[in-house]
Nanobody, 121 residues
């Protein structure tokens, strides 16, 4: 069974840093784009950052210059380094990956279970 497992969330003071990790496991043929989304209470889920297999990166305007997305293709893992955190960054962060697997050989988007990030003022 293919899974995405996030880790690294927690409670941090404003101005602090956290590093999120998301590892894909199971029978995977290939991984194309990987991304981080977040969802704050009462708000819609939004894209934070994405990275292709190229790799090319893309960031939401609200996190440009503060967050860095990277990936390790050997470990099938994507990271999100978050610096200069603000209370507005408080949300559940979800990992997303476009993967080709035995059951989805054409490719499909998979989601992790989410990890809570809380930034106190």
């Amino acid at each position: 069974q293919v899974q995405l497992a996030e880790s690294g969330g927690g409670l941090v003071q404003a101005g602090g840093s956290l590093r999120l990790s998301c590892a894909a496991s199971g029978r995977i043929f290939s991984i194309n784009a990987m991304a981080w989304y977040r969802q704050a209470p009462g708000k819609q889920r939004e894209l934070v950052a994405s990275i292709t297999s190229g790799p090319m990166t893309n960031y939401a305007d609200s996190v440009k210059g503060r967050f860095t997305i990277s990936r390790d293709n050997v470990k099938n893992t994507v990271y999100l380094q978050m610096n200069s955190l603000k209370p507005d960054d408080t949300a559940v962060y979800f990992c997303n990956a476009d993967m080709k697997t035995p059951t989805t050989p054409w490719g499909s988007k998979y989601w992790g279970q989410g990890t809570q990030v809380t930034v106190s003022s």
